[in-house]
């Protein structure tokens, strides 16, 4: 029996004995038999890509935790890191608007000083994403050891 099978297997018996269902009953529900549900528990039967995602839609997980076993608590993090890197970058691009229109219109001139300020604000909060990612990595590599 092959040990990733059988991982995957055990999270998937946990899972379904945590939502209080027979192998029969979830195997209707995904439109399977319950001989396949009971060879994924045990190992014996990789599951496809199709039936993987009703699974994950089913118990509400992500694939990859029913795959790898992958925390929850990691999935938020990214999440988290990703949102706020787009809040820079959509920050970055408002910043360029914005200075690109007072220079076009000429009605304010935009000063080092300013444009120092907002570059500096930007680049603060990306090194603070780049040093959160490095530290996000780090931690998952320490979870898979």
Known sequence: M??????????L???????????????KIIGRTSLTVRRWEQGLQ?????????????????????LRGSHHVLDTARFEMLTEAKQVNDEFYELHAVLSARLHRRTRRVTPDELAKHIDEVET?????????????????????
């Open 2 to 11: 092959n040990e990733f099978r059988s991982k995957l297997g055990g999270r």
């Open 13 to 27: 018996r946990q899972l379904r004995e945590e939502a209080g269902k027979t192998q029969a009953e979830l195997a």
């Open 46 to 66: 990789v599951v496809n890509a199709e039936d993987l995602t009703r699974l994950c839609d089913e118990f509400d997980v992500t694939s990859d935790w029913l």
């Open 125 to 145: 909060r990306r090194l603070g994403l780049v040093e959160r990612s490095k530290r996000g990595r780090r931690d998952e590599a320490r979870e898979t050891e």
